[in-house]
Nanobody, 123 residues
Framework: QVQLVESGGGAVQAGGSLRLSCAAS????????MGWFRQTPGKEREFVAA????????NYADSVKGRFTISRDNAKKTVYLQMNSLKPEDTAVYYC????????????????WGQGTQVTVSS
């Protein structure tokens, strides 16, 4: 099993920045890549960004390209999501996810999920 714990959420004004962290523990060698998703009440879960442990290949949703950056620290088994130029529409619960295979943009690509961290952006 793989355990994922997110941190770094909070409240910020539009235009501000936050950095989310996701610490992985357990059988982390079984994961190929990691992703971030977000969800607001009444809406489907939305892909944000993904990265592979080996090589650091990244993929972003169009809505966050140029504003968000995903990165990883293999030694710490931690994935980060740097969020800049935040907008009110970025308000959501952000989830970290781990994939044992292809770390794509679909939730079903992922096997492990964290508990989520709330990000609130006010205008």
């Amino acid at each position: 099993q793989v355990q994922l714990v997110e941190s770094g959420g909070g409240a910020v004004q539009a235009g501000g920045s936050l950095r989310l962290s996701c610490a992985a523990s357990g059988r982390t060698f079984s994961t190929y890549g990691m992703g971030w998703f977000r969800q607001t009440p009444g809406k489907e879960r939305e892909f944000v960004a993904a990265i592979t442990w080996i090589g650091g290949s990244t993929n972003y949703a169009d809505s966050v390209k140029g504003r968000f950056t995903i990165s990883r620290d293999n030694a710490k088994k931690t994935v980060y999501l740097q969020m800049n130029s935040l907008k009110p529409e970025d308000t959501a619960v952000y989830y970290c996810a781990g994939s044992s295979g292809y770390s794509g943009a679909r939730g079903r690509d992922y096997d492990y999920w964290g508990q989520g961290t709330q990000v609130t952006v006010s205008s």
